[in-house]
Structures are given as structure tokens and as C-alpha cells.
């Protein structure tokens, strides 16, 4: 089994200039912050110290430990920043969906440390041409992701976390001697994560490279050396027992933000989500899937919680189209306060090609139609879109909406009509006063209807819904009439058997 | 051509034309009703607005009903803004919508004709109508010039039901429906069966007739032939 080791160094350095692309290639020193709730501007307090730097800022003179006065004495251009946890969780998580972009199961036992393991047994035959470009393919798409990596290859975990340490692309050769062959002149620091007594003492003795390390009797190395040092020293040899932990992908997909301050408008919030839907659509292209749905998690000022569930005709990987629905959503309901923090989850489905039917004319674009409907919805209310549908119930005027599927049904034969003369429904119903002869309704009175009746056809009696109380809408009596009105019209009338009173239903058109 | 016939699914034969009947039925919306298509010459005219106007109990509804159902049939998708509110779902149903495929929008006064903007513009629409209901405000003749141009870059077929004609000579085509006549059966007590009505072309892009084509039409409540020129 070969493994791929994929290690973030500066993890939350890093995951600030993910967030932050456009501070790439400036001098930037990430400072600790204790209070975890403040934004990562730049640190106000004296005893925040620079725990990770960018090159440029390390040759500008920033170190490890500095002060902030001191970082920007040393160079007056850094840009000082904080990483929260919000930026710490997604730049793992983005590494974790690097990881399935290769494999279908990842190792994430160290994705803490920013490291994560996978098997790329199959990949060779996608890159025929050898281990050292699957590792190139890793570097090039976490590049995609705004992580910088250092990608390994070898027979277990041990060694591919040993080589990412020793250069940025690495592949140990099979077997156990060339394995070793490949440790032998690193230099014996490579061995472990951070320096430790283990270290120290082989430095007091002499051991430089991992090569003299694996020279040494392991039974006098672990009785000077302890537990720690007997599991160095059997690195050293190329052997590794830790075992390869696999793990399926999440459900779903969250990017979270938190901002400097509170946002009123739409315009502004909606650059911010766009950062937002552009990381999660790039998260998703690693799985070859697309977002099928968006939850939205605005974190209000000064405190609460607007969490909006926004729906997506069809599966798409078009940012534009998400970024519209979502603004589309925010217009229709904005947020009742100040938005200071954002999460989105991104629902993940695969995007299956429709094949267009060779009888069938093509129909509009799912994409457009998805924001045309976001549209409709924000225009007219979302319970005024969408396919009719006819409730199961004797309730004549009874309708429902349901959600308009881009697509829809399969063709089916044509059914045939079964009657052409269709009714147009007053709704509500209008109430009327109606003059009763001996053979039916004679005359009838309403708000916008006044007319003599020529012909009436009924009563057409009607009861339903009884197992439910009134005050429910149940247990309705009524007599529907077909009636001929001087005005020309044919309309359809009912009286409440209850109640006694009339009410146009509408008319035969 | 017959034994080729054979081989093929009833389906496909049914779709084969010839090549010169081919350009007339891609340029026309069949409405449903042979009767009336024969007045438009095949249908409502592709990319360009309609009218079809009549007053309360003119068939006006059943024959916009028709023409969504033969859209549908015919495998476009087809919308409807709805000004009103006032479709009745199980008439539809009865009348051959297929219920699930049909985007309905239920929109008011500008409203709709926003929305019947938005769906045009969406493109892919065979046919969108746009049923103004009853009353209907003073309309600017911008609203029927952007619709229309909208309706020409998309190819819809687009058409708008009123009581009385509005779009003027924005449209290609309006049908008028003359007042209808109720039939009720009589051998026992009155059941309604039908109404007669008449379809009057008041406006057609392909003819320069100067007396305009009429046909009567009997719009049935019942099963058989629920449409029938007389």
C-alpha cells in the first residue's frame, strides 16, 4: 500500500490568507490571539507574539516570538493578522476535501497538525507517469484551494510524514533498503514533529543524520531513551506500524466567516458571501460534485442567529447563479440586524447530465431557471410560484401549490380531455344575496354581479370533511347551481346548507 | 415508406413531417383546437404576442386551457401568470394539463407583467400566457413593445387572455370569442352540457383577408369530443 501524506505548514496562517488571497505575496506574520472571539484584525494587545510568518516577512526580519512593535519595527510593511477558529476549521476541512479529491477515504487522524493521509494505489493509472507527478497533481489543486502543501509519498505513514518534512515533494522508494537509503542522509531532526528530549540527547551524542540513528542497537537506544526514543529509532529503519485510519466525507459542506463589524446592507454582505460560495463550489469540484442546496447561518449583531434555507431547482456549480439566489433571499427577507458573522453550508449532489429527449424540445436552462424562479418568488411571494396541484378533498375551490421541478415528469402519452369547459374561481367566493323561486335560484345580488337568473341547473348537494370541526374548515354541506344569468354569464353558485348563505364560486368560461 | 414505417415507434412516425410543413409547425403554438388552429393557420404564432379576448362565459379560459395542454403535450415548457388567481386545477386537469409541468404564477396588475417578462427573458418557454383576469388597469404600450421584442429573441410563443383586446397592434395574432349561448340538457332537470360560442380572428399576420374568419365552436362538459366546430 502507498500512501500520500499532504502537510499545511502554517496551518493558520495559512487559513487567514485563504480567507484573504489578496495578502499573498506581502509580508504577513500571524500573531496568537487569546481572545478567540475578536476578529483578526491587527492585535491590540502588547503580549501578542508572531507564531508564524510568511516568507517575505521572514526576510523582512520578522521571527518567531516577536512583538508586534517589534514585527513592525523590524518590517514596517507586515500586515499583522489573527486566525479564529472559524478560519482554523474550514482551512481543515478544505484540506480534508483535497484529500477526497484523490481518494475516496482520507486518513484525518492529524488534520489538526494540518496533515492528512490517503491511498493512491489507483491513481497510477491516471498518472502514468509515476509517483512524482500524483504528487505534483496534489500540490497544483490544493494551489486551487489557497493551500500551500508539501506532498509525500511512501509504504507508510511514518515515513511520508518523515519525508514532508525533509523536502516540499517527496516520494520514498519502495522496499525497506532503499526506504532506509532515502532516510539515511536527512538530517535526525526530520524524525519528529517538535524538538524533544529525544532529539537533544542525540545531538549530545553525536547523531546527526537518521542514517547513524539506524546504525545504533535499538535495545541500548530504548533503554536510554525510553518509549519515545525505541519508536524514533524504528523509524530510523524504515519501519512504521501506525495504521491507516480511513474516513468517508462529511454530508455536507460549511465555510464560515466572521467580520470586523456589523454589516446593514445587502450590497456588502453579499461580496462577503461571494468569498463563501467560491471556496465551497472550489471544496465541491474536488469531489466532482455540485451544490444542491444552501443553508445560510447569518450571526447577528449583537446577538442571535438568522439561519435561511435556500433551495436550488438543480444541482450547479455556477457561483453567479448561487450568489443570486442568495441575494434574491437576503431582499426578500433581510436580516432583522447587523450581520457579523456568516456560515454557509453547501448541501453536496452529483450533476447528472440530462440527456435532452430527441422528440422533445429542449427547455430552459436549469441554471437560469433556477434564478428565475428565485425571482418570481422574491417578486410575487414563494407560495405564489411554483406547479398547481389538486388537494385530495371534495373542496371544489380547493388548491395547492407545489414546487416547480425543472425536470418535471416524464413525457407521457397525451392524455385526452376529458371536458374542455373550464371554470374560473373566485377566491374567495364572493358572497351574494340570491332571490329563491320555486324551481331554484330566480335573481341573484352581489358586490360586482347583479343579474336575473333564465336557467338554473342543480341543487347539486355536497358534504365532506365531516371527522373535522368547523372551525377547521371541515364539515362543509353545501348546494352547488349552474345557473344562466342575464348578463350572459353561467356561473357557479353554492348555498351553505348550514348557514344559509350564498356565494359565487365563479364562472363557466 | 410504409414498411420503414413499421420498424419505427408509433411515437417517432407521429413526429415525422414533411419538409414543407416542417417550417409552418415550428412557427406555430398548436392551440389544441383543429377548429381554431385552422384560423391561425396552425397555431399561435411562435415569437410574437397573441390576444384572445371574450367576456365572461366566451370560452375564453377553456381555450387558453387547450392551448397550455397542447403545449404541454407537445413536450415546451409552458407557464402561466395568472393575474387573478382564478385557475380552477381540477379543470385544467380534466382539460389535459398535465398539473406538475405547468408553472403557474399568481401575479397582479405590474406584477404579472413583470413576472411574464422574467419568464420570457428566462428563454426555453414554449408558451407563456398571461391571463389578465377581469380587471385590468390602464397597460403602457413600453410594457407590450418590450414583451414583444422579448418574445421574438426567444422564439415564445406568448399569449395574453383579457376580456377585451388591449395589445393593439402588438400582436400578431387575436382571436375575439363572441358571446357564448349556454345548452343545458332538458330531458329532466337542466343539466349544463355545453356552451356555444364563436371564435372571430380579429388580427392574423398571415392573412390580408378584409372580412375576418369565424368559426363556431361548442365547448362540451363532457367526455367524447370536448370540443366541437360546428
Known amino acids: 500500500m502507498r500512501l500520500a501524506c499532504v502537510f499545511v505548514p502554517q496551518l493558520a496562517l495559512q487559513s487567514v490568507l485563504r480567507r484573504e488571497p489578496e495578502s499573498r505575496g506581502f509580508a504577513v506574520a500571524l500573531f496568537d ?52 477558529p472559524a478560519d482554523v476549521a474550514t482551512a481543515q476541512a478544505a484540506l480534508g476535501d483535497l484529500g477526497f479529491a484523490f481518494a475516496p477515504r482520507i486518513d484525518t487522524g492529524g488534520i489538526a497538525q494540518g496533515r492528512i493521509f490517503f491511498e493512491i494505489g489507483d491513481l497510477e493509472r491516471l498518472y502514468p507517469q509515476g509517483e512524482a507527478a500524483i ?41 525497506g533498503a532503499r526506504a532506509r537509503a532515502f532516510l539515511a542522509h536527512l538530517p535526525v531532526a526530520v524524525l519528529e514533529e517538535q524538538p524533544s528530549d529525544v532529539g537533544t540527547a542525540l545531538k549530545r ?48 459542506l460549511e465555510e464560515e466567516t466572521e467580520l470586523d463589524y456589523a454589516i446593514y446592507e445587502i450590497e456588502p454582505l453579499s461580496f462577503v458571501l461571494r468569498g463563501l460560495i ?24 449583537p446577538r442571535g ?56 424540445p429542449a427547455g430552459p436552462a436549469p441554471d437560469r431557471l433556477a434564478a428565475t424562479l428565485a425571482r418570481l418568488a422574491a417578486l410575487v411571494g414563494p407560495e405564489n410560484v411554483g406547479a398547481p396541484q389538486a388537494p385530495d378533498t371534495w373542496r371544489e375551490e380547493a388548491i395547492a401549490v407545489a414546487p416547480y421541478s425543472v425536470t418535471g415528469a416524464p413525457r407521457t402519452p397525451e392524455s385526452a380531455a ?7 374561481r373566485f377566491r374567495p367566493a364572493q358572497e351574494i344575496e340570491v332571490l329563491m323561486g320555486r324551481d331554484g335560484p330566480t335573481a341573484l345580488r352581489g358586490t360586482e354581479t347583479t343579474a336575473r ?44 346548507s348550514r348557514s344559509g348563505r350564498w356565494f359565487l364560486d365563479g364562472y363557466y368560461d | 415508406m410504409s414498411r420503414a414505417a413499421h420498424k419505427f415507434e408509433p411515437e417517432l412516425v407521429a413526429q415525422l413531417v414533411t419538409a414543407e410543413r416542417l417550417a409552418d409547425r415550428q412557427g406555430c403554438c398548436p392551440t389544441g383546437i383543429d377548429a381554431i388552429d385552422r384560423l391561425l393557420g396552425g397555431g399561435w404564432p411562435r415569437g410574437a404576442l397573441s390576444e384572445l379576448c371574450g367576456r365572461r362565459s366566451s370560452g375564453r379560459t377553456s381555450v387558453l386551457l387547450a392551448s397550455l395542454a397542447a403545449s404541454l403535450g407537445a413536450g415546451h415548457a409552458t407557464a402561466l401568470v395568472d393575474a387573478d388567481g382564478m385557475l380552477d386545477p381540477r379543470g385544467a386537469a380534466a382539460a389535459g394539463v398535465p398539473l406538475d409541468r405547468l408553472l403557474w404564477v399568481r401575479a397582479g396588475g405590474r406584477q404579472a407583467l413583470r413576472a411574464t417578462d422574467l419568464l420570457i427573458a428566462a428563454g426555453g ?62 330531458a329532466g332537470p337542466p343539466l349544463l352540457a355545453a356552451i356555444q360560442t364563436a371564435a372571430l380572428v380579429r388580427r392574423h399576420r398571415r392573412t390580408n383577408d378584409v372580412a375576418p374568419a369565424r368559426t363556431n365552436l361548442i365547448v362540451k362538459a363532457d367526455r367524447g369530443r370536448p370540443w366541437e366546430a360546428i
Open chain 1, 205 to 252: 551524542w553525536g547523531i546527526a543524520t537518521v542514517g547513524a540513528l539506524a546504525m545504533l542497537p535499538a535495545a541500548e537506544v530504548a533503554l536510554r531513551l525510553g518509549t519515545a526514543g525505541a519508536r524514533v529509532h524504528r523509524l530510523s529503519t524504515g519501519i512504521d506500524d501506525e495504521p491507516f485510519v480511513p474516513q468517508l466525507p462529511a454530508d455536507a
Open chain 1, 453 to 496: 337568473v333564465l336557467i338554473a341547473a342543480g341543487p347539486y348537494r355536497l358534504r365532506g370533511e365531516w371527522w373535522r370541526p368547523p372551525e377547521e374548515d371541515g364539515d362543509f354541506a353545501r348546494d352547488y347551481w349552474d345557473v344562466h344569468a342575464s348578463d350572459g354569464a353561467v356561473y357557479r353558485l353554492h348555498q351553505d
Open chain 1, 305 to 360: 442567529l438568522d439561519v435561511r434555507e435556500i433551495l436550488i431547482a438543480a444541482p450547479t456549480r455556477e457561483a453567479a447563479t448561487l450568489l443570486e439566489l442568495v441575494r434574491l433571499d437576503l431582499a426578500r427577507r433581510p436580516p432583522d440586524a447587523g450581520v457579523v458573522g456568516a456560515t454557509l453550508i453547501a448541501l453536496p449532489a452529483r450533476v447528472r447530465s440530462t440527456q435532452l429527449d430527441f422528440l422533445r
Open chain 1, 33 to 84: 490571539n487569546a481572545d478567540s472571539s475578536a476578529r483578526h484584525a491587527a492585535p491590540q494587545s502588547p503580549r501578542a507574539r508572531v507564531i508564524a510568518a510568511t516568507e517575505e516577512a521572514r526576510r523582512g526580519g520578522v521571527r518567531i516570538g516577536m512583538t508586534g512593535a517589534q514585527a513592525g519595527a523590524a518590517c514596517p510593511t507586515l500586515r499583522k493578522v489573527c486566525a479564529t
Open chain 1, 135 to 175: 504528487a505534483q497533481a496534489i500540490q497544483a489543486r490544493a494551489a486551487r484551494l489557497g493551500l500551500g502543501v508539501r506532498v509525500a509519498i511512501a509504504s507508510s505513514k511514518g515515513l511520508a510524514r518523515v519525508a514532508t518534512r525533509a523536502r516540499e515533494l517527496a516520494v520514498v522508494p519502495h522496499g
Open chain 2, 125 to 186: 418557454f414554449g408558451l407563456v400566457a398571461l391571463d389578465l383576469g377581469e380587471d385590468i388597469a390602464r397597460i403602457p404600450s413600453a410594457a407590450w413593445v418590450r414583451l414583444k421584442h422579448a418574445a421574438e429573441r426567444q422564439r415564445t410563443a406568448v399569449i395574453i387572455a383579457a376580456p377585451r383586446r388591449i395589445v393593439g397592434a402588438f400582436a400578431a395574432s387575436a382571436i375575439d370569442l363572441l358571446a357564448g349561448r349556454p345548452l343545458f340538457d332538458g
Open chain 1, 278 to 301: 467560491d471556496r465551497a463550489l472550489a471544496r465541491l469540484a474536488c469531489r466532482s460534485l455540485a451544490c444542491a442546496g444552501i443553508t445560510l447561518r447569518l450571526k447577528l449583531d
Open chain 1, 418 to 424: 376529458r371536458s374542455a369547459l373550464a371554470v374560473r
